[in-house]
């Protein structure tokens, strides 16, 4: 996008060479007119200036939620084609001076809006998603940071439940306690069905000993409990859930030390506003062309 009125930007400057060297080679032309011109070009090499700045930080935004989400990257590359078939557009185009400065005042607002209002939903995003987390922590006050925490990080809600809380060692049975926590977080994913639910269990790198056959095991089944007793226990409706185990490979903390490797025995239920209206209005949004 910002290649895209790099070009325009570089095709005024050449347009204002050619258009100065005309009027002065031309007689008959006043010199009130040449600086008028002159002015008009460099007001809109301005404005082109501006806007590309403004396109580049949207940019970085819309990168930093792609990093993290394979929904947005999918939108990403989507929009790049879009902006690429725009831009091979636009160099045909600038073969018609004329013609290319009048479109271009109507393609900087029509950029302009879509990007307002891409903005507008990304930080939309970030409001749900804060009010999720807020919902979330309310929800299970009565919980001490030893037993979960709940935090934010790349556009999602991370409860962070220790095995202490939810599991016996070595064990895939939840805990009365650890169904309490369960239930009331149930109670507000029920209420807010446009969330997806992400289920990781993670042990620590102790081999495992006993039912289970490694640690990749233990992890799995885990997480297949929890959703068990979200969906069927709690109603959580269960095309909105996944579950996955990670065995000892995604720890938060050493396993040089028991304090460190009870932390990495947890389970992380992640949370994830649904990107529906920013997906379609990334994917269905069309550059501006010629006599629109």
Known sequence: MAKLFFMSTKYFSLSALALSSLLLFSSCVPKSKLLSAEDKLRQMQSDS????GRIGSLEQNVNRLTDNSAQLETARITLQKQLDATRTEAT??????SSKLNMSQQQIADQQRRLEQLQSLIDQQ?????ALRTKINDALVGFSSNELTVSTKNGKVYVSLQENLLFPSGSAVVNPKGKEALGKLASVLNVNPDINVNIEGHTDSIPMKGRYVDNWDLST?????IVRILT???KVDAARVTASGHSKYDPV???LTTQGRAKNRR???I?????DELMRLIQSGEAPTAGQ
């Open 92 to 97: 045909s185009r600038l073969q018609d001076a």
């Open 49 to 52: 200036a501006q806007m590309a």
């Open 253 to 255: 903390d050493t396993n």
């Open 271 to 275: 949370l994830e506003p649904k990107l």
């Open 232 to 234: 069927d226990t709690y």
């Open 221 to 225: 089944a885990r997480a297949n409990a």
């Open 126 to 130: 970030k409001k749900n998603t804060e």
């Open 267 to 269: 389970t992380e239920i």
